[in-house]
């Protein structure tokens, strides 16, 4: 009965929502109520948490340029054959279900028309939890059926983590960022991506460099998980932050770590992460091969590799926002 009663509210809340938007009129936050409102329905009826959702439908926005949902809502795009069934002759997007439960395709019916449609968003999400509850509902089985579906370690631990987020803030209103050092600290920096760099080898430079003094506090731009934290030969005591787009934010030379920052940590932007340092160059614990500052760098993943990007412009559309506010 509580579950029909969840299922009955959200279909009311989405219908509403439906009703009062035309898609191409869409604000950002009426997309998002929109997206959360699909997520809770298809939690009721699977009794799979919404955050899961999510966090795979969050990470496929993120890897494909253009998404097959004809509203955009969803960004689980499923390839066609996979969807139809390897060995169904039909290629179109919408088919009855009996044609794919014939050719053991994974659409399914969410929106009970009896038809499987790859761009309609509640077969979509219908179909993929349909996928998630074969393996089971608990978070191993879910880990397990996501490995399945990707066949990739680091898209696994995206989305597990993305799901930490989502369930950790309940909302994805996630957007904010800020400075990664404190606006009213004594620093600078310019851009020096793509710069040379010859410790190592020749290599560039792969981030901003921001000066300021030993000791001010490094803080995380954005909302994720802490992914790798320690030493490395190049960075020196260095933390990886990876958010909710697939970006994984790099901050490195640092002269120490915040009390108690752990990997697998969720993290808000502003929150202390480390301090300004001069480690790295060399074996563990070498400091003082250059003046002391902040290596922020930004490398975003497309589901096949990961690269860097200049983070520069970023870094100063964060700094003008938190200078007016």
């Known amino acids: 009965m509580k579950v029909f009663i969840q299922l009955l509210i ?3 809340i989405l219908s509403t929502l439906q009703k009062n938007i035309v898609a191409e009129n869409e604000s950002n936050e009426d997309k998002l109520q929109m997206r959360y409102a699909l997520y809770k329905k298809t939690e009721a009826l699977t009794q799979i948490p919404w955050y899961y959702f999510a966090a795979i439908d969050q990470y496929e926005r993120n890897i494909h340029k253009e998404t097959a949902s004809k509203s955009g809502l969803i960004g ?16 179109s997007n919408r088919q009855h279900i009996g044609i794919i439960e014939l ?36 978070k191993q089985d879910v880990k397990i059926a996501i490995w399945n579906y990707y066949q990739r370690e680091l898209s696994v631990q995206t989305i597990m983590n993305m799901a ?36 190592g080898g020749r290599r560039i430079h792969e981030g901003t460099d921001i000066f300021a003094n030993y000791g001010v506090p490094v803080r995380s731009t954005t909302y994720g998980v802490i992914e790798m934290k320690g030493w490395n030969r190049y960075g020196g005591w260095r933390i990886g932050i990876r958010d909710t787009r697939n970006i994984y934010h790099y901050y490195a030379h640092l002269n120490g770590f915040e009390k108690n920052v752990k990997v697998g940590q969720v993290v808000k932007p502003g929150d202390i992460v480390g301090y300004v340092g001069a480690s790295g160059y060399g074996p563990k614990g070498t400091s003082g091969k250059f ?35």
């Open 76 to 91: 689980i795009t499923i390839p066609s054959d996979k969807w139809n069934g390897r060995l169904n002759p039909n290629e």
């Open 103 to 138: 050719f053991n395709g994974f659409g399914k019916d969410g929106d009970g028309d009896n038809y499987a449609d790859s761009t309609n968003d509640e077969d979509i999400l219908h179909a993929m939890a349909e996928y998630l509850l074969s393996y089971g509902k608990t």
């Open 164 to 199: 930490k987020v989502y369930k950790t803030f309940e909302t994805l209103e996630l957007e904010d960022n800020v400075f990664p050092v404190p606006i009213h600290a004594n620093y600078s920096y310019r851009n020096t991506w793509g710069d040379p760099r010859g410790f």
């Open 10 to 12: 959200v279909m009311c």
């Open 291 to 325: 003046p002391p500052h902040l290596h922020y760098g930004m490398y975003r993943d497309n589901g096949n590799t990961e690269w860097s990007f200049d983070p520069y412009p970023y870094l100063r559309k964060w700094e003008r926002a938190s200078r007016t506010h």
